[in-house]
């Protein structure tokens, strides 16, 4: 059984995801503010390359906008008729308008949805699962497996979007991340980790591959719009180890390979494109290297 997108089951569950997903981001950029300078400078400056790229300036949208700590929020409104924040949040959302002049603050608007279309659903119905599965965990697991396999792909909330500029940054590594909630029921039921069983680990990383894919897959197909792509995609112990090739080797991607091949191969038909690696923590010290991108996907070519 499928959820209606506006029912009362598919807002409990997203609900759950507001409240379980690691949505805190202004808090932890006030908390990181000196560590994340470079990546936050970084970010804003791309995103302004890639408004001075636009032909028209009437719209806008940034997809995952959170409270737009890494986002030139007040240029966007200064320099487009209309801006459109998207996220799952709507607490990050009204803190990212709250300091606006009046009159910028009227041209932006907020809408708070699930971007993936999917996620809700899969969410339900694995949890249902795992209440009729009583104390069989192998049978709950073979179940929510059976689940992520069956789910189909597609652009969500991402399809009708049109505008002159589309900014999707730092979302596309998290998109995956709730699933962890379905460990969280696991553990509540049989006292047990679901990430300790290989079937569970193969499906969570083929529908990961599936669901960060579509992201980028949806990103392509804005014709006539300049879009804007920046997200994490590893972890590494030194900076010079924080490159795609070496975070492959080691396996210390957060974002699929497949998806980070299908993201660089095309660059070099990008416009423009930059990269940048920040300091993420300094206890123990781990290095996240970003990939900021600004392209008109009209003029891609991808390779055969």
């Not at 598919?10 to 470079?38: C, D, F, H, M, T």
């Not at 001075?52 to 240029?75: F, H, M, N, Q, S």
């Not at 795992?130 to 179940?143: D, H, M, P, V």
Request: glycine letters at 4%.
């Amino acid at each position: 059984m499928s959820l209606k997108p506006n029912s009362r089951k598919a807002q409990e569950i997203i609900a759950e995801l507001i409240e379980y997903a690691p949505l805190q981001v202004l808090e932890l950029g006030s908390r990181n503010a000196e560590l994340w300078k470079a990546h936050t400078d970084n970010n804003k400056k791309l995103v302004l390359d890639a408004a001075e790229l636009t032909g028209k300036k009437e719209r806008c949208v940034v997809i995952g906008a959170g409270p737009c700590y890494d986002i030139p929020l007040l240029e966007l409104a200064e320099t487009f008729d209309e801006v459109e924040l998207l996220d799952l949040n709507p607490d990050a959302l009204a803190h990212a308008i709250a300091e606006l002049p009046e009159e910028l603050a009227s041209k932006v608007k907020c809408r708070a949805v699930e971007l993936t279309g999917v996620l809700p659903n899969v969410l339900y119905r694995a949890k249902q699962e795992l209440i009729k599965a009583g104390t069989r965990s192998q049978r709950a697991i073979n179940k929510v497996v059976n689940i992520l396999k069956a789910q189909r792909m597609g652009f969500g909330e991402l399809a009708p979007i049109q505008a002159d500029l589309i900014v999707s940054t730092m979302i596309l590594s998290q998109l995956p991340t709730a699933l962890l909630l379905i460990d969280q029921w696991f553990r509540g039921r049989f006292h047990q980790s679901i990430m300790n069983d290989e079937k569970w680990i193969e499906a969570v990383t083929s529908f990961q591959e599936s669901i960060q894919n579509a992201h980028v897959d949806a990103l392509f197909s804005k014709k006539g719009a300049v879009v804007v792509l920046a997200t994490d995609f590893g972890i590494a112990s030194k900076p010079e180890e924080a490159d795609f090739s070496s975070l492959q080797k080691n396996h210390g991607l957060t974002v699929r390979p497949a998806t980070m091949q299908k993201i660089t191969e095309p660059l070099a038909s990008f416009d423009i494109e930059r990269t940048w690696i920040w300091h993420r923590n300094d206890s123990p010290p781990t290095y996240s290297p970003v990939l900021g991108v600004a392209f008109r996907p009209d003029r891609l070519v991808f390779p055969e």
